[in-house]
């Protein structure tokens, strides 16, 4: 992550990569929402197939295809909320048994094994953004906030991590995870993990390391938050205005059911429906047609190929 090429990741002052991602505007590109210990979403992408059969896997290893994820790579939710409140009980006893916190660390640490995978054998065509789960030592401060929903999610993990792990990888992980950038300029098109929650501009992104609210603004945003207009000035400021035009700002977050959802004059869309396998295949150029690029992948044999 640190050795990412400058024309990618523009370096911030002290010679790190920035926040900003700069993707490949001469070929394709699938977002992939949220992925949430969801392996075998993993494994469904990249075995999709194009009009003329080639998997994705074989198109990004050609250099004709780019994947995008949007963050959020720990954490099973609602699927797992049974078994959250079991693991649950399990923090409350010091983890003396943890079958239940074993299996849902099998699937986030899972998830993020391939994501580390596929960053290092496609560096240039493979990138994954932060989202707010990518916090695991719980921590408020840096744009970060403790997290928790169906049990006590945050807490859990980090104590899991140093009791099984111990802190040396629980902070070298930490260490990853603020390493991802949080916006992706496509040639057509904007990408992160939450609706922007104001306008912000190239240098704050590319300085986002000692720059906490930049951090929060494009990975907590809920529902209604965001500034009015923030998306459009988003778009016209790293598209410009004629592209800006016809441009779209994609985004999970905030769960939807269906294939997306439309926020911001329709110009920024959702895209993480948790019960299905839903992304945006996006052409390298010309319009973006929404009913036509966001598409639902076959789901039951990959649960099952995890399952074994």
Not at 62 to 78: K, M, N, S, V, Y
Not at 98 to 109: A, F, K, N
Request: proline share 5%.
């Amino acid at each position: 992550m640190d050795s990412e090429a400058e024309e990618i990741r523009p370096r911030d002052r002290e010679d790190r990569p920035g926040g900003l991602l700069y993707l490949d505007p001469e070929i394709p590109t699938v977002v992939v929402p949220d992925l949430h210990a969801r392996m075998e979403l993993v494994l469904a992408v990249l075995s999709s197939k194009d009009e003329q059969g080639v998997a994705a896997v074989d198109r990004l290893a050609a250099g004709r295809l780019q994947l995008l994820c949007l963050g959020d790579g720990f954490h099973a939710e609602g699927r797992a909320a049974v078994r959250w409140q079991a693991a649950l009980e399990e923090f409350k006893g010091g983890y003396r048994k943890h079958i239940h916190m074993d299996e849902e660390m099998r699937e986030s640490l899972g998830v993020m094994e391939m994501v580390m995978a596929l960053k290092r054998q496609f560096p240039n065509h493979f990138h994954f953004l932060k989202g707010n789960h990518e916090n695991i030592a719980n921590e408020q401060g840096g744009g970060n906030y403790p997290f928790l929903k169906f049990a006590n999610e945050g807490l859990m993990v980090r104590i899991y991590m140093e009791h099984f792990y111990g802190e040396e990888i629980l902070n070298s992980y930490a260490e990853f995870e603020k390493s991802f950038p949080i916006l992706a300029v496509g040639g057509n098109f904007l990408a992160s993990h939450a609706e922007p929650a104001w306008f912000i501009p190239k240098h704050e992104l590319i300085e986002y390391r000692r720059l906490p609210q930049v951090v929060y603004g494009l990975t907590w945003t809920d529902n209604g938050e965001a500034e009015p207009g923030s998306v459009q000035q988003m778009l016209e400021h790293y598209l410009g205005p004629e592209a800006a035009m016809a441009a779209y700002h994609f985004g999970g977050h905030r769960p939807v059911h269906g294939s997306y959802n439309l926020r911001s004059d329709e110009r920024y869309v959702q895209i993480h429906d948790p019960d299905r396998y839903v992304v945006a295949v996006l052409p390298a150029g010309g319009q973006i047609d929404l009913d036509r690029d966001i598409r639902e992948l076959d789901r039951e044999a990959f649960r099952e190929l995890i399952d074994e």
